[in-house]
């Protein structure tokens, strides 16, 4: 009986040998739930922050253009010239009609206290005088029209008009359009149901308010290149567009060299919030079973690969954040997923710290 019981222990030590060297040997990575900064990166455009249309508010023949297409303009700065010689008449005309009725109600006024005019007929000489004065300011602004000034600072587009067009008050067509480029706009949009969906995780404490971050936009232009400044969110918009289901958010930036022009495409990435309990997995170490099921192999207990699906809501980076399938401790096997297959004893040769966050 000892030696069949001997033959029995010494067989069964052996059977384990042979398991333990048949299980495949993999690497593992422990799952640390992680305080993550999440962002959303957005289509959108740039718009200059102002846009003026130079229009004349005289009529009459241009005689000079100031400026060069093209450059940059100071508010205030001359633009065009329009013929003054109608204007620099009527306003002398105006200025002698004023010098002489204040001189003669100076006489009258002089009469009147001798009484040898009547009152009426100093009110109505007062009265004149006032018309005059009157008549002289609004000469005097017309001939000052006449020199057409840059209403913003900023670059200048192309002349519509050309030396010796004849231009007529407030015309509809602009004669040139100044925008201003810095600071400049940024326009993204977003649907109403991803913002919901965002409200709803702050609600609930599944991610926390990202505070002054939240202000924070940074550029990625059309050659895939980042712009070097950063801008601050300024608004979003209060209703949803019924066409599109989306709103609008507009980000400033500055623009001192002027790189980024009207219209561009960029994408905007803003940060929205903090997940302080976020699982990362990297995005190769996912994949999906027959139901099209998001899945990870982990060492289960018992020390067997188990096969585990999961949820992911987004990724970051190159890696996925996981709501759901996974948590703190499990062991997310790395290396040697070929050969862990689900149900089979595996053999763990390392484990790897929890996944690095993607650099910003």
């Known amino acids: 009986m000892a030696l069949i019981l001997a033959a029995c222990q010494s067989g069964s030590q052996e059977s384990q040998q042979q398991v333990q060297q048949q299980a495949p040997v993999v690497n593992v990575q422990l799952i640390v739930p992680q305080s993550v900064a999440l962002d959303t990166e957005l289509a959108g455009r740039t718009n200059a922050s102002t846009i003026a249309e130079v229009r004349p508010q005289v009529g009459g023949i241009i005689e000079k253009r100031l400026f060069e297409e093209g450059s940059e303009v100071k508010a205030g700065q001359p633009l ?149 400044l950063e801008g601050k969110l300024q608004f979003s918009e209060m209703s949803v567009n019924t066409s599109t289901g989306s709103v609008t958010l507009r980000a400033i930036f500055p623009n001192p060299k002027h790189r980024l022009l009207p219209g561009m495409f960029v994408k905007a990435r803003l940060v929205e919030g903090i997940n302080e309990k976020a699982i990362l997995v990297q995005q190769n170490y996912v994949s999906h079973n027959a139901k099209g099921k998001a899945i990870v192999i982990i060492v289960g207990k018992d020390g067997k690969a188990e096969e585990r699906e999961v949820q992911t809501t987004r990724s970051v980076g190159n890696m996925w954040l996981v709501s759901a399938g996974l948590k703190a401790g499990d062991q997310l096997i790395t290396g040697g997923l070929q050969y862990a297959q689900p149900g089979t004893p595996v053999q763990i040769a390392s484990a790897s710290a929890p996944a690095a966050l993607p650099a910003k």
């Open 80 to 228: 065009y010239q329009i013929a003054q010689a109608t204007y620099r008449a009527s306003y002398e005309s105006a200025e002698a009609n004023v010098v002489t009725l204040r001189l003669k109600a100076q006489r009258y006024k002089e009469l009147a206290a001798n009484d040898a005019v009547g009152q009426q007929d100093y009110d109505d000489i007062v009265a004149s005088l006032k018309q005059a004065e009157a008549a002289l300011q609004t000469a005097k602004i017309n001939l000052d029209y006449t020199h057409v000034y840059a209403p913003v600072a900023g670059r200048i587009g192309k002349s519509s008009v050309t030396v010796g067009a004849l231009v007529t008050a407030d015309q509809s067509t602009a004669l040139a359009t100044v925008q201003q480029l810095d600071p400049i706009y940024v326009d993204v949009t977003r649907s109403s149901r991803e913002l919901l969906a965002l409200q709803n995780q702050l609600a609930n404490g599944a991610i926390k308010a990202a505070g002054e971050n939240a202000a924070r936009v940074k550029l990625t232009l059309e050659d895939g290149s980042e712009y070097p």
